[in-house]
Structure formats: C-alpha cells, structure tokens
C-alpha cells in the first residue's frame, strides 16, 4: 500500500487540505466554518508531491484555469464513481441538476442516491460537485459549505441570486 501524502494550501474561505498517493489524488478537504480539517493519522506531510495539484487548484481559484490535468485516485463505490465521473462531465461555467446527473448515469429513479453521491465526493472543486444545484435553480447543499459553493459558482461567472444559472 502506497503511502498517502498531503500538504495545506489558501482556498477561499479557509486552508485546504490535498492529499494523494502514487494512484493520484485521493482528497480535497474544505474547511469547516474557516477552519482546516485535520490529516488522516498515518498522511504524511509533503508538498512537493502535490505541488502540480496545488498549482493548478491556485490557477482555477483566481479563475485563470478552466479545467484539471491531474490523475485522480477517489475511494468509492461503483456507483459512487459514476456518479463523480458524470461530475467531471459538468463543463466550466454550467450547472445542472441532480436528476441530469441521474438520467446521465442511466439511473433516472436514483436522483437522491446521485445527491449522497455528490455529496460524498471526496475531491470537490477538481470533480465539480458544486456545479450541481436543485432542479428549481436552487443552491442546494456542499460539503464545504454554501458560501463556498457560492464562491465557486462565482468563479465560473454565475451570481446565485441576482439570476438563475443555467441548466445543462
């Protein structure tokens, strides 16, 4: 078993925390109310390993990057998996539902299964779970908390609130 590394950088409302192994990157940790959430016990500290991660998660939060390069390595179910590549799908600056996520996967009945899914996406932001909101246009949840989400959604140009974003 690959040992898995980490390392901190700034997000925008808080430290995050980037971990991986050598499969790729396993986690994305957002803080909690501003607060950094703590590594596994048996991570190990290194940046250097996640520098190309955290660069381009850098580039992406002061929107100068659009899309990832990166060898991403999520635990999860297969149906869970699904679900978080049909994410990877969702392009800059589009939002869709939970229920587009369902029908894309082939599993139109499974709309809350897709909505656990989303929310236990170990690698928000590179898999885009925040592009997904409710069917009525909605914020609808995040991890990492709404203003977050907000801020994220604001980065790819939609200001929740003042207009409707758009619907794949």
């Known amino acids: 078993m690959t ?17 991986g192994t050598e ?3 396993t986690h994305i940790r957002l803080p909690t109310e501003g607060t ?12 250097h390993r996640l520098q190309a991660a955290c660069a381009q998660l850098t580039g992406y939060l002061r929107g100068e990057r659009r899309t990832f390069d990166l060898r991403l390595a999520p635990d999860g179910s297969a149906f869970q998996r699904r679900v978080w590549q049909a994410l990877t799908q969702i392009p800059f600056g589009t939002t869709t539902s939970y229920g587009a996520i369902a029908r894309a996967i082939g599993a139109p009945k499974a709309t809350r299964a897709v909505g656990m899914a989303n929310g236990q996406n170990p690698l928000p932001i590179v898999i885009p779970c925040h592009r997904v909101i409710a069917a009525d246009g909605g914020i609808g949840g995040f991890s990492g908390g709404l203003a977050t989400k907000r801020a994220l959604l604001r980065i790819e140009g939609h200001a929740l609130g003042a207009e409707q974003p758009k619907l794949l």
Not at 3 to 19: E, K, N, Q, S
Not at 36 to 47: N, R, S
């Open 23 to 25: 499969a790729g990157l």
């Open 36 to 47: 950094a959430q703590a590594p596994d016990a048996d991570w190990i500290k290194d940046p």
């Open 3 to 19: 040992p898995t590394v980490f390392a901190r950088m700034d997000g925008p409302y808080g430290p995050l925390l980037i971990a």
